[in-house]
């Protein structure tokens, strides 16, 4: 079993940064890459951005590249958002999530082990 908590959401005016952290609860030596997805009021979820545990490939969604950058912190079994530029619609509930296997990175059907997810509100 895997525990994921996210903290660091809050309200920002737009342009403001954010760090969203996820911990994760166990060795990490079983997952295969941590993802971030959001979901905004009345919208499906969507993938944010992802990394390998391993080597620390890194993946993102068209609308957060170059202003979002994930990353992990193997000693803490930490991951991180951090969360540049910030837009209004950045605004969403964001998740971390854990799979153990490969396969599509956005795909999140793939993803085993979900966090309770963080409210980021940003404010024009």
């Known amino acids: 079993q895997v525990q994921l908590v996210e903290s660091g959401g809050g309200l920002v005016q737009a342009g403001d940064s954010l760090r969203l952290s996820c911990a994760v609860s166990r060795r990490t030596f079983s997952i295969y890459n941590m993802g971030w997805f959001r979901q905004a009021p009345g919208k499906e979820r969507e993938f944010v951005a992802a990394?390998?545990?391993?080597?620390?490939?890194?993946y993102y969604v068209d609308s957060v590249r170059g202003r979002f950058t994930i990353s992990r912190d193997n000693a803490k079994n930490t991951v991180y958002l951090q969360m540049n530029n910030l837009k209004p619609e950045d605004t969403a509930v964001y998740y971390c999530?854990?799979?153990?296997?490969?396969?599509?990175?956005?795909?999140?059907?793939?993803?085993?082990?979900w966090g309770q997810g963080t409210q980021v509100t940003v404010s024009s």
């Open positions: 990394i390998t545990w391993s080597g620390g490939r890194t």
């Open positions: 999530a854990a799979a153990l296997t490969g396969g599509p990175i956005a795909t999140m059907t793939r993803y085993d082990y």
